[in-house]
């Protein structure tokens, strides 16, 4: 009896030591899974953070400072200071890639935020090789997303501005937005006629002066029913000051 019970007390310590062998490599092979599915979590997260293109992070106008800076293509890291002089007479002059110009005279008195930010963008050449993303028949051409559908920006986005300018004639020039306060950047539409709906919902800062038979005739695109179908680019917009 007594050889017997000192068998037993053998074999159960000898599978102890086994039960804890095998819970020490579950632990480790368990810790071994875990250190390499964080390896590709963090391979994964570096992947996207270098391969997609940076967010529109919500920022408000400055008022000086140094040029904002580009934090990836044709995005930046905060609004432009204001450098408009609102005295003086603003003009932007599209040339459309597949030939033909228009020229927007611009109201630095009536939106200095909304201008300002344009032509900011245009002197960086931001608008060069940009489509007209959304062009609706008798409603508007709109343009200024790099992306191309609708979905893009600059980088940083203002406030609306109220003025006494509607939308009263054909190529009237105004932010496109959101729908939300404080959602412009750098998309911008064009009417083809009157759209007095839309008065007080939209920025206007611009009215096209010389070329909107160019404007006319920018070739229709409606995203949603044709996304793999690129628009009419710009080519240029350069910007004068008299």
Do not use: C
């Not at 800062?205 to 920018?218: K, L, W």
């Amino acid at each position: 009896m007594k050889n017997s019970t000192h068998s037993n007390s053998k074999r159960q310590a000898r599978l102890a030591r086994q039960a804890a062998r095998a819970r020490r490599n579950a632990l480790i092979r368990n810790i071994a899974i875990g250190v390499a599915a964080l390896v590709v979590i963090v391979i994964a997260i570096v992947w996207i953070a270098t391969h997609q293109p940076a967010s529109a992070a919500a920022s408000q106008p400055s008022t000086g400072g140094a040029t904002p800076a580009l934090v990836g293509t044709k995005t930046y890291a905060s609004a432009p200071p204001m450098t408009i002089d609102k005295t003086k007479q603003y003009f932007a002059t599209v040339t459309m890639a597949n030939g033909g110009q228009f020229v927007i005279q611009l109201y630095p008195d009536k939106a200095p935020i909304a201008v300002n930010s344009f032509v900011f963008l245009a002197n960086q050449g931001y608008f060069n090789g940009v489509t007209f993303h959304r062009v609706l028949s008798g409603f508007m051409a709109q343009g200024g997303d790099p992306a191309g559908t609708g979905g893009g920006g600059p980088g940083y986005t203002f406030a609306n501005e109220a003025n006494d300018l509607t939308f009263d004639k054909a190529g009237v020039v105004a932010m496109a937005n959101t729908g939300l306060p404080n959602s412009n950047g750098s998309q911008f539409f064009i009417t083809f006629a009157p759209q007095a709906y839309l008065n007080g919902g939209y920025t206007i800062f611009g009215q096209v002066t010389s070329g909107m038979d160019v404007v006319n005739a920018i070739k229709l695109r409606d995203p949603d029913k044709s996304p793999t179908y690129l628009g009419d680019a710009m080519q240029s917009v350069t910007i004068a000051v008299k």
